[in-house]
């Protein structure tokens, strides 16, 4: 089968990132944390969330501006609900700790809603909803993140992408899971625009005075992000208003760093302080059958007419589980030459084992 892109196995492509983060000296079980979460954003096609997102981690870590010798704690808790403080630590290290708390809380009240400060980025939401989806619960997350986003007639970036992620099992080891950013796409896919060489589509971004544009550079450089949905003609404010709901549940409700008090996207000279959400449900507590009925709902979406020029109706969750099938049949993840290249340059500053590539 060709395939486009240099083909990495998902192991090796794990034990390279936990090689690198452990030789900034991160904890074995915190790199591993690391690994999985950017490893399954690449294996379901969100590679603004993968590996290009290696070298941030790294930094973060090398600079000592985000722990790896803590553990997260809870500050306050009741019978479904926790305050966490996250310590600073990597991003996935919190988010697995409350969202694990979350599914105990399930179990043991119906729902459990866990809010952490002290956060850092911490790869794909749908990780994190997943991990509760697939032990049978409804699991949502969410996060603020740097102020990326420019708000519906302004020229300033002032909230994050902020995403959203909720994911409800179904029958067969079926699920729907969305996963999704609050403004119209990830800085990540702007920058591997931009590292492509190619031009961003219309509703992206704009640039320093608030005006659409179609270059990464004057986006990345000066501009910033538009909120789901584009400009106010084409429905930009309802995305502002969900980027403001996101920290409504994750700044303002931990008592984290909200909106533009937040550092600014690679800026390593203060900590993060994100504020992140986490929500498992137990269907059980509401109406019986629901994975059955969460199937049905998905199979009557799937199976609707396509319209001319296209070949199927997907549901949230479809294309991931396409692109993970794709993975598994070339034998691993393709990854963008030039994504080759800057891996084989951070092993090479970093002192450890370049990433094995298949030939």
Not at 21 to 29: H, L
Not at 78 to 90: E, I, K, S, W
Request: hydrophobic share 40%; aromatic share 6%.
């Amino acid at each position: 089968m060709a395939t486009s892109g240099t083909i990495v196995a998902l192991d090796d492509a794990k034990s390279f990132m936990v090689r690198c983060m452990k030789s900034v000296g991160t904890k074995e079980e915190h790199a591993v944390s690391l690994a999985e979460v950017l490893l399954a954003g690449d294996y379901r096609g969100h590679f603004s969330h993968g590996l290009n997102r290696l070298d941030m981690y790294v930094h973060d870590v090398q600079t000592k501006i985000c722990c790896s010798d803590k553990e997260p704690i809870v500050l306050k808790e009741f019978a479904a609900t926790a305050h966490v403080d996250g310590n600073n630590l990597l991003g996935p290290v919190v988010g697995n700790f409350c969202m694990d708390l979350a599914i105990q809380k399930a179990k043991e009240a119906g729902i459990g809603w866990v809010v952490a400060k002290g956060s850092n980025h911490f790869g794909i939401a749908g990780w994190y909803s997943l991990r509760a989806s697939n032990q049978g619960f409804l699991g949502m997350a969410f996060t603020n993140t740097s102020p990326l986003v420019v708000p519906t007639r302004a020229k300033k970036p002032t909230l994050g992408t902020n995403p959203i992620s909720v994911a409800a099992p179904a029958k067969n080891a079926d699920s729907f899971v969305l996963d999704m950013a609050t403004s119209t796409c990830a800085v990540g896919k702007i920058e591997i625009q931009s590292r492509k060489g190619q031009p961003i589509p219309s509703g992206w971004g704009v640039d320093a005075e608030g005006k659409e544009v179609h270059e990464s550079e004057k986006v990345l450089h000066g501009g910033g992000l538009l909120p789901l949905g584009g400009t106010e003609v084409s429905s930009g404010y309802k995305g502002y208003g969900l980027a403001m709901m996101v920290e409504v549940f994750c700044g303002l409700l931990a008592g984290a760093a909200y909106g533009p008090n937040i550092r600014k996207w690679m800026n390593t000279t203060v900590e993060a302080d994100l504020g992140q959400c986490f929500v498992a449900i137990n269907p059980d507590a509401f109406a019986p059958g629901f994975p059955e009925r969460m199937s049905d709902l998905m199979n009557i979406c799937r199976t609707l007419e396509p319209a001319d020029g296209e070949s199927e109706v997907l549901v949230a969750g479809d294309p991931e589980r396409q692109h993970m099938a794709k993975c598994e049949e070339q034998g691993g993840i393709a990854y963008h030459p030039n994504q080759i290249t800057h891996m084989h340059e951070l092993a090479k500053k970093l002192g450890v084992e370049p990433m094995k590539v298949k030939a």
